[in-house]
């Protein structure tokens, strides 16, 4: 059982998309942004960070979690997407803490430990 102590500070959904896939991507965000009260991050054409495709952010807080997460559920339309928290520890929250909609994707965890201990 974790620690009373930790706690959840936000949460982020990682949308996952491909040339094929972005118009539903761009069709899914406009959902978003319309509906919720959330951070709609910047569009990566390619991979970055642990990320393994092209994706966006969408931040959204503690709050939020029982509105967002069941819409995109019933709407992510095919796409892969990763939902975490934020709790500090990164390489935590993207894998043990984690809940995928479509395919689980191989993150780069690696990538996340270097920036742990740097």
Avoid: C
């Amino acid at each position: 059982m974790k620690e009373d102590t930790i706690e959840i500070t936000g949460f982020h959904a990682h949308v996952y998309f491909d040339t094929a896939s972005r118009d539903t991507a761009a069709r899914v965000r406009e959902g978003l942004g319309a509906r919720f009260d959330v951070r709609l991050g910047r569009w990566h054409e390619q991979p970055i960070s642990p990320h393994p495709k092209p994706m966006y952010q969408v931040a959204f807080s503690p709050d939020q979690f029982s509105q967002v997460v069941p819409w995109l559920m019933l709407n992510h339309e095919g796409l892969d997407i990763l939902i975490h928290p934020s709790t500090g520890d990164d390489v935590q929250d993207h894998t043990e803490h984690s809940l995928w909609l479509g395919e689980k994707l191989e993150l780069n965890i690696e990538f996340l430990r270097q920036i742990r201990t740097t």
